[in-house]
């Protein structure tokens, strides 16, 4: 397997050592560029031809959102991982449908960002735990990237329940409106998981908008 090639932009340094020191373990990933600022990235991208880019959203030199709309112009393939030190829904939802592939706060544990730059890579999108399915649907109304899932085939039932998922029921509350047991429930939804091929519900809403399940 080809080492997926990894670029790094965040003005501080030993925040940029830090993850050269996570990815160093993992073989699958190939550091190709790290730097202080924007700029001296754009002028590397055509020759280290990096894969992925993990951003700190605020750089020195230009803003996040200048950066993401340069790279999306003239250099589309390139997956953006936005690493920030802030939550704000409306600031993850600006540079999302600016053309960022995910969103990632910097205090993630370690695993949850190697997930998520092979989420960017293999599906096209890194949506993390924090997101409401609100704020989900808010972005895929301008979808930012090619948003890929795997063919299921789900009955009338398990199509009621993902309805209701995507409504932000609980299990209870869903249990409830169709008389079924929570126990119930809790199986559809495992198997709403393992059909769709997401670990999260923002698989699942994704899946319910792409397959008109649901509207956004």
Do not use: W
């Not at 991982?81 to 706060?105: C, F, P, R, T, W």
């Not at 890194?126 to 948003?147: D, M």
């Amino acid at each position: 397997m080809t080492p997926l090639k990894i670029a790094i932009a965040d003005e501080h340094k030993i925040f940029r050592k830090g993850l050269i020191a996570i990815l160093e373990d993992f073989k699958e990933f190939d550091l190709v560029l790290e730097a202080g600022n924007g700029f001296e990235i754009v002028n590397q991208i055509p020759f280290k031809k990096p894969d992925v880019i993990l951003m700190d959203i605020k750089l020195p030199d230009m803003s996040g959102l200048q950066m993401i709309g340069y790279l999306r112009e003239n250099f589309d393939g390139v997956k953006i991982l936005i690493l920030s030190a802030h939550y704000e829904d409306q600031g993850i939802i600006n540079v999302m449908k600016a053309g960022a592939n995910g969103y990632l706060l910097k205090d993630s544990e370690p695993e949850e960002m190697i997930q998520a730059i092979h989420d960017v890579c293999e599906k096209g999108f890194y949506f993390n735990k924090y997101l409401s399915v609100t704020l989900i649907k808010e972005l895929l109304v301008q979808p930012p990237a090619t948003i890929g899932s795997r063919e299921a085939m789900l009955n009338d039932r398990e199509i009621d329940i993902l309805k209701l998922i995507c409504e932000e029921s609980t299990n209870i509350e869903i249990a409830e409106k169709l008389f079924l047991s929570v126990r119930t429930v809790e199986g559809y939804r495992t198997r709403l998981f393992e059909k769709i091929g997401s670990k999260k519900i923002a698989g699942l809403v994704i899946y319910a908008v792409k397959n008109g399940i649901i509207s956004v």
